[in-house]
């Protein structure tokens, strides 16, 4: 049965730092792996998505990278800004549908 | 719509009451998701509907849940005999189609939320 960990449960740095958010899973026979963003009170939207066959993912500021074979994705933040404070999952897709298994989650606090 | 809307947004009930969850998907996505959010930890899949069918029930966790989405649109998730560990954010989410387009056009979008509290 797939397994999603991430790990810190909680990470607070001062604004302008760089940082790593880190999934693993226990079953590398994934399709893709996704990681979203989570604001209080909103949906969860969509930072990046890497498919099984890539490497990493960037979009702006932000890098993900996939290691399929370990088991383990991180996720990247330059510069890191008081308003990318929310919590981050990373979710894994068994298949080319959305029935996502996913981690509790980080939950991140830049401090300005 | 332009978004994904989920009505209600907070339902406070008694335990053994019957709820009705729904969802507004995003319009043309065929594709419409379930997920159930416990405080402090990932969302948990409920049901996928491609159309009208559920296309993938499993990860409902009794036959006290129940949904669906008659016109392949709007969907309702049906909760009977509530009781206290039913209590969590019920998340929708909807897409174009099934499966995932590698450029990332067929993204899931999700809605708000809405949160259940079973006294």
């Known amino acids: 049965k797939q397994e999603v960990t991430q790990i810190p449960a909680a990470l607070s740095v001062p604004e302008g730092e760089n940082l790593v958010l880190n999934c693993s899973f226990t079953d590398s026979a994934i399709y893709n792996l996704q990681w979203f963003r989570q604001d209080p009170g909103k949906g969860l939207t969509s930072l990046l998505l890497?498919?099984?066959s890539q490497r990493e993912q960037t979009s702006g500021r932000l890098n993900a990278s996939l290691d399929k074979s370990s088991g383990r994705s991180t996720l990247y933040i330059a510069a890191s800004q008081p308003g990318d404070s929310a919590t981050y999952l990373c979710a894994v897709n068994p298949d080319s549908n959305y029935q996502l298994i996913w981690g509790a989650g980080t939950k991140l606090i830049i401090k300005p | 719509g332009a978004g994904v809307s989920q009505t209600p947004s907070n339902k406070v009930t008694e335990k053994g009451k019957y709820v009705e969850l729904r969802c507004d998907p995003i319009?043309?996505?065929?594709?419409l998701y379930w997920y159930r959010q416990s405080l402090g930890q990932g969302p948990e899949f409920l049901i996928y509907?491609?159309?009208?069918?559920?296309?993938?029930d499993s990860g409902l966790p009794n036959d006290r849940f129940f949904a669906v989405r008659p016109e392949g649109s709007v969907s309702t998730l049906k909760i009977q005999r509530t009781e206290r560990g039913d209590s969590a954010v019920y998340l929708c989410?909807?897409?174009?189609?099934?499966?995932?387009?590698?450029?990332?056009?067929?993204?899931?979008?999700f809605g708000a939320g809405s949160r259940l509290t079973v006294l």
């Open positions: 989410a909807s897409s174009l189609g099934p499966g995932l387009a590698t450029t990332g056009a067929n993204v899931l979008t």
């Open positions: 890497i498919q099984s």
């Open positions: 509907f491609q159309g009208t069918g559920a296309a993938d």
């Open positions: 319009s043309g996505h065929t594709a």
